[in-house]
């Protein structure tokens, strides 16, 4: 046997790791919670109150101020390093039920999760830590770095692209219940299966309204030469909140959000890992 294909059968065997399993599933536990705050802070910028940053980054703050927050938050960046690791190996030989065009952007769909679950449990790690800055305050400070380098603000522009096609490809995601090919929805109820579709699509749009939204307001950043938009999530709900019924826009939203976490609880019982 090859260098290669042992190697290639050591990673299949670390990828089918029962203990690996349980912790990614685990982690879809800890990644609904994560979404749930993040929903509540949407609801109270919505109705005008004072919330911690309205992204990921402050729910995870919000939980880590809670009696026993600092285990919590933990042990949620626990759960999303596996995941990460998880992804990692999908990207690396996972997918194999796909074929051509179609698995490569499987796989490069798992590169992109690997790297969004890596900053969510650095992120816990901060916390945890107690590095309080806040999220949007980097992603400005960034921004402002970025617009004072040489083609800096093409970059910001071309960034903020990519975010808003993001959002795009999410709603649409969301939209055409793509989602399903991951469930294993052969050992679903008629019930479940019902409820996993309308929380999958109410979820993955809402959370493409908020991305695309943002992505729009970093492309206004860039060609206004204006940093203080560009603050990730949290500008994008108030910047919804700000608009004619945006009140009544960015609650349907938060709704939509909460609908996303009690989606990876179902994703943490029937997810295919």
């Known amino acids: 046997m090859s260098a290669t294909s042992t190697a290639g059968a ?23 919670l994560v979404h749930l705050l993040f929903a509540w802070l949407a609801l109270q910028i919505a109705f005008g109150r004072p919330a911690d940053d309205g992204d990921q980054s ?31 190996f999908e990207a690396a030989i996972g997918h194999q039920e796909y074929r051509g065009r179609e698995r490569v952007l499987e796989r490069l769909t798992s590169v992109g999760r690997t790297l969004l679950y890596l900053y969510f449990a650095w992120t816990s790690y901060q916390v945890v830590q107690q590095a309080n800055s806040s999220s949007a305050d980097k992603q400005q400070a960034l921004t402002e770095k970025l617009m004072a380098s040489s083609g800096g603000q ?15 490809g999410l709603i649409w995601y969301g939209a055409v219940k793509k989602f399903e090919r991951h ?14 579709r309308r929380l999958g699509v109410a979820g993955y749009v809402a959370k493409g309204v908020a991305y695309g939204i943002a992505g729009l307001l970093v492309v206004t950043a860039a060609i206004n030469y204006d940093p203080d938009r560009a603050r990730g999530l949290d500008a994008a709900l108030h910047t919804l909140r700000e608009q004619a019924y945006g009140s009544i826009l960015l609650t349907l939203v938060a709704l939509g959000i909460a609908a996303f976490a009690l989606f990876c609880l179902v994703q943490a019982r029937y997810r295919k890992v």
């Open 10 to 32: 050591s990673a299949a065997r670390a990828a089918n790791s029962k203990p690996l399993e349980i912790l990614a599933r685990a982690g879809f536990v800890g990644y609904g």
């Open 58 to 88: 402050g729910a995870l703050r919000t939980l880590a101020a809670q009696p026993l927050g600092g285990f919590l938050v933990g042990a949620i960046g626990v759960g999303l390093l596996a995941m990460a690791i998880w992804q990692a």
């Open 183 to 196: 469930l294993k929805t052969g050992e679903m109820s008629p019930h479940t299966r019902t409820l996993a």
């Open 154 to 168: 093409f970059l910001v522009g071309l960034i903020g692209l990519a975010l808003a096609a993001l959002g795009v």
